[in-house]
């Protein structure tokens, strides 16, 4: 038996006062839309059909392959939506309906309510909230079934003291569900064809029906507004750094931490206040990352050590090697065992080997430095003629002095040294040292031109 997933998102989210359509404001790095596909694909799902109406075209871009979207030409209301996704689908497939705009309902909660569908008529997802306003009430008979949901503003006070509201999540088999959605009305407060109306129908046909819950709230929490979104951002984030702790990282303030894409981190790695993390990033373990860094798509091995305020892209941190406070590695840096990048040190594009150090003030792109090797602070590589890029090659126990410009394509041989100043414009050879600057002069019987004219007494000048 088959897995449909569709997703509603053709409605308009006014109250996130966007230019574009709601389910593509981000959470923790991606869409919200994006937060429920990759739950879908988790469970497996045969087909996945995306309802677009309100910015269908920027919401089609953003579907990925394999993804359908189907147009709900008018808002009509959440069973319109659906009845307008079912068409072709295998009456015998199970149907998981799931919003937009709530992104974050977890795995085993989703498998729970697509079992309990196998089992019964229908399969909803319900939760108990203090303040239920807003919400579709759950309303139960005498033996404690569900027997069908009343929406807010069709709610008498009765059915609005009622705490356990509808999340929106159901699950069902394909056939009887286009059956009961091809059949609903629009009388109602709101004049729409609501989704919702599906349970009463299976209920007063002697249908079977099972209400899920979470294991979390926040699990089934929808996003209408920048505050909420805010709110849900948080709770997450908060909920990642538990895992991250449960997986024997400290995290300096949970409250601090912000995981914008998927963080793998081991034991005894130390993530102090600040810092954001993007992409993939993998960290070993017994890590220290200070104060407020960035990592995008980056690894760190074991026992490396990123100071403060380093920003860290596409890179490669070795087993024990030290970078910051201040760096900037961007793509293509990799760093090797215990080499060292200090601060205002912008690499790219680099492999820096064993136990090499760049200290402090320099770029160093398109380049590849051997072991054990020290460039002074202040170094530049040229890597760019306007048109090009060259590549610069820095054997081992190389040391430049402070302030060389190297100029691309230039190699620098094994052990060798070049004087500080030098504009290096062709080779170095190895185990000698190449220097190249204007030679000092210091100018015998030389005057300042203030001096000159009014001699040593007068201080007017100062
Ligand atoms: C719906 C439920 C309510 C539940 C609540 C949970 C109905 C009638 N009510 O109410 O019981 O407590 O969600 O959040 O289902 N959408 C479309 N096309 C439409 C209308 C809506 O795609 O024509 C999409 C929206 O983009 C949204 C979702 O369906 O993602 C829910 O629609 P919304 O209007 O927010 O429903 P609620 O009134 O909140
Ligand atoms: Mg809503």
Same mark, same amino acid.
């Given at each position: ?11 308009? &989210? ?14 923790? @790095? ?5 937060? $429920? ?9 045969? %087909?996945?059909?995306? $309802? ?54 977890? %795995? ?27 919400? &579709? ?49 629009? !009388? ?66 949970? &409250? ?11 034991? !005894? ?18 890590? %220290? ?7 995008? !798509? ?15 892209? @596409? ?48 770029? $160093?792109?398109?380049?590849?430095? &051997? ?6 602070? @202040? ?33 620098? @041989? ?22 190249? %600057? ?25």
């Amino acid at each position: 038996m088959g897995l449909n997933v569709i997703v509603l998102a053709a409605g308009e &989210g006014r109250r996130m006062r966007s230019r574009g359509p709601k389910v593509l404001v981000d959470l923790a @790095g991606r869409t919200l839309l994006q937060h $429920v596909l990759d739950r879908a694909a988790l469970l497996g799902a045969d %087909r996945v059909r995306v $309802v677009v109406g309100h910015g269908a075209d920027a919401v089609r871009a953003a579907v990925p392959q394999g993804v359908e979207t189907v147009l709900q030409p008018e808002q009509r209301g959440t069973g319109d939506a659906v009845a307008s996704a079912l068409g072709g689908l295998n009456a015998n497939d199970t149907t998981l309906v799931l919003y937009g705009d709530v992104p974050l309902p977890q %795995r085993a909660t989703l498998e729970a309510l697509v079992e309990a569908a196998h089992r019964t008529d229908l399969s909803l997802l319900t939760v108990n909230v203090d303040h239920p306003a807003g919400y &579709g009430r759950i309303v139960r008979d005498a033996n404690g079934n569900v027997s069908r949901i009343v929406e807010e503003r069709d709610a008498g006070p009765e059915e609005r003291a009622l705490t356990e509201i509808n999340t929106g999540l159901l699950a069902m088999r394909t056939g009887p569900l286009a059956r009961h959605v091809a059949a609903l009305d629009r !009388d109602n407060a709101q004049g729409e064809y609501y989704l919702t109306d599906v349970i009463g129908r299976v209920a007063s046909a002697g249908g079977t029906i099972a209400a899920v819950q979470p294991d979390h709230e926040w699990e089934v929490r929808g996003v209408n507004s920048r505050t909420q979104l805010a709110a849900l951002e948080r709770t997450w984030q908060a909920w990642l750094a538990e895992e991250l702790m449960a997986a024997g990282v400290s995290v300096r303030d949970p &409250g601090r931490i912000d995981i914008r894409g998927n963080l793998h981190a081991e034991c !005894d790695t130390t993530i102090d206040v600040g810092c954001v993390f993007e992409g993939d990033v993998r960290l070993g373990a017994g890590v %220290r990352i200070g104060a407020h860094c960035v990592l995008r !798509d980056t690894t760190v091995a074991d026992d490396a050590v990123i100071e403060p305020h380093s920003v860290l892209q @596409g890179a490669e941190i070795g087993r024990g090697c030290s970078v910051g406070p201040f760096a900037r590695l961007r793509p293509g840096s990799r760093l090797r065992e215990a080499a060292k990048v200090g601060n205002f040190v912008e690499t790219k594009n680099t492999d820096l080997g064993a136990g090499s150090k760049i200290n402090h003030l320099s770029y $160093v792109g398109d380049t590849e430095v &051997g072991p054990k090797s020290n460039i002074g602070a @202040g170094v530049i590589t040229c890597n760019y003629d306007g048109y090009r890029k060259h590549r610069t090659v820095i054997g081992e126990r190389a040391f430049i002095g402070s302030d060389c410009q190297l100029v691309a394509p230039v190699t620098i @041989g094994d052990g060798a040294t070049v004087g500080a100043g030098t504009t290096l414009t062709s080779d170095a050879p190895p185990e000698r040292l190449t220097v190249g %600057r204007a030679r000092q002069r210091t100018i015998e019987g030389w005057t300042r031109p203030a001096d000159r004219d009014a001699g040593p007494d007068d201080k007017s000048s100062e």
